[in-house]
T-cell receptor, first 115, second 111 residues
Framework: DAGVIQSPRHEVTEMGQEVTLRCKPI?????LFWYRQTMMRGLELLIY????????DSGMPEDRFSAKMPNASFSTLKIQPSEPRDSAVYFC?????????????FGPGTRLTVL | LAKTTQPISMDSYEGQEVNITCSHN???????ITWYQQFPSQGPRFIIQ???TKVTNEVASLFIPADRKSSTLSLPRVSLSDTAVYYC????????????FGGGTRVLVKP
């Protein structure tokens, strides 16, 4: 199994630009999670989906952030417009079941730098 | 808002046992406690999970007291390759059972 796939692995952009991060979960997994990791705030859950439906987006920082899951094998996290404080590593994870504490399998992350 | 707290760092030597305690005094009633390991430039990786008492697998043990307000990850006989950051993950009842990671404990294993 290829595991969770994220792209790009690194993204450098300028303030005000739109950024789209992509994730392909493990085949057969029903839940997908987006996290952000920074030195100051650690690992934060942004949003999670179950069966392609957003269940809890209370961690999304503000309206500039949006996430979609059009099908079971693909999800995007979009930031528009991006700001320097959005610089972080963004992880996508998937799990087999619908319980929040089911084992999650993380992707390698996307390191975002907003100049 | 209740916090999930862990020591920031720990040093150890090869062959020793390492115990990391996570405090989660507002854990969601029905949620499991999960521990993850993270190496630099990688995503977190599942280590162990439990609900109460003791759980053991091939890499670690997890001790959970009856009140479930804390949990202790035990790594027996660590090696240099166990140098990593270790996170606990629980549902926080005060935050509507939202998944909350602890701040992470950086474990350095020395030769």
């Amino acid at each position: 199994d290829a595991g969770v796939i994220q792209s790009p692995r690194h993204e450098v952009t300028e303030m005000g630009q739109e950024v789209t991060l992509r994730c392909k979960p493990i085949s057969g997994h029903n839940s997908l999670f987006w996290y952000r990791q920074t030195m100051m705030r650690g690992l934060e859950l942004l949003i999670y989906f179950n069966n392609n439906v957003p269940i809890d987006d209370s961690g999304m920082p503000e309206d500039r952030f949006s996430a979609k899951m059009p099908n079971a094998s693909f999800s995007t996290l979009k930031i528009q417009p991006s700001e320097p404080r959005d610089s972080a590593v963004y992880f996508c994870a998937s799990s087999l079941g619908g319980a929040l504490t089911d084992t999650q399998y993380f992707g390698p992350g996307t390191r975002l730098t907003v100049l | 808002l209740a916090k999930t707290t862990q020591p920031i760092s720990m040093d150890s030597y090869e062959g020793q046992e390492v115990n990391i305690t996570c405090s989660h005094n507002n854990i969601a009633t029905n949620d499991y406690i999960t521990w993850y390991q993270q190496f630099p430039s990688q995503g977190p990786r599942f280590i162990i999970q439990g609900y109460k008492t003791k759980v053991t697998n091939e890499v670690a043990s997890l001790f959970i007291p009856a009140d479930r307000k804390s949990s202790t990850l035990s790594l027996p006989r660590v090696s240099l390759s166990d140098t990593a950051v270790y996170y606990c993950l629980v549902g926080d009842k005060a935050a509507g059972n939202k998944l909350t990671f602890g701040g992470g404990t950086r474990v350095l294993v020395k030769p």
